[in-house]
């Protein structure tokens, strides 16, 4: 399947080239590209298991591939640390929740302000740029509570805007609508909107696929660490491959 023709403020960010991950004898991902562009929401989908966390880890500097290459606005950054690249601009979600529970929902995000300042020597009100940012991700309501008393939607909804304290060109979500309720993901949908529509490439893996087909602009799918369908949501949707491999009949999505 081809990809949609980018239009030319749809830059690509992010691009990984021939990615192989193999782990002992079984190959996790198989010889995967794929491309972010900015201001866009791309989806990453397929069955438990077809790579697409070892792709965010790979991206991320936290699983060093076995052959192939991540670039950032065209440059290599494979060899790069985890640390390098978030100072270039890179930030991520957790499949599996990574929150401070001891701490109320404004200090963990708080704290991603509190790193930033200490390893970049960026300059800013660190008060103001919490608020902001939880009056953006709709947390103000509950910023005194510890993360451990809210609901597990609300809680994925605190990693996000510790995330976005970083200030991040690229925002990599792994599962963040899993435990929301409906009105919860209507309101996180349109918070990504917002963040889309103001130039950050969000990279988003999901199994709420009516979610993932309202949001993304162009979906890559993964089955046994290949990729098997880049396009746009329509031509995921009509391909012969992804429907035996993952989301069935169309009346599934």
């Known amino acids: 399947m081809s990809t949609p023709e980018k239009r030319d403020h749809e830059k690509p960010i992010l691009e990984t080239r021939g990615i192989v991950v193999r782990f002992g004898g079984n190959t996790a991902v198989n010889d995967v590209s794929l491309t972010m562009a900015e ?29 192939g290459r991540v670039l950032l606005d065209g440059a290599d950054i494979t060899r790069l640390s985890p ?49 902001e940012i939880l009056e953006r991700t709709g947390l103000s309501d509950i910023a005194g509570r510890d993360v451990s008393d809210i609901p597990i939607g609300r809680a994925r909804v605190v990693e996000v805007a510790r995330a976005l304290m970083t200030s991040p060109r690229l925002l990599l979500l792994d599962e963040p609508a899993s435990g929301q309720t409906e009105a919860e993901t209507e309101a996180f949908a349109e918070m990504l909107t917002g963040l889309a529509a103001e130039g950050l490439a969000i990279c988003l893996v999901e199994h709420d696929l009516p979610l993932v087909m309202r949001l993304c ?19 995921v949707k009509d391909s012969p491959e992804v429907i035996a491999a993952y989301i069935g009949t169309e009346e599934a999505v």
């Open 39 to 67: 201001g866009r929401i791309t989806g990453l989908i397929g069955p438990n298991g077809a790579g697409k966390t070892t792709m965010f880890n790979t991206i991320t500097g936290l699983q060093k591939p076995d052959s």
């Open 83 to 131: 640390a390098k690249r978030a100072r270039k601009g890179m930030a991520r979600t957790f499949q599996r929740l990574e929150l401070f529970l001891s701490l109320s929902v404004r200090d963990n995000v708080r704290v991603a302000g509190d790193i930033l300042k200490t390893t970049t020597r960026k300059r800013f009100d660190l008060d103001a740029r919490t608020d």
């Open 217 to 235: 602009a162009t979906i890559h799918v993964l089955d046994y660490g290949a990729l098997i369908a880049s396009g746009t949501p329509q031509e």
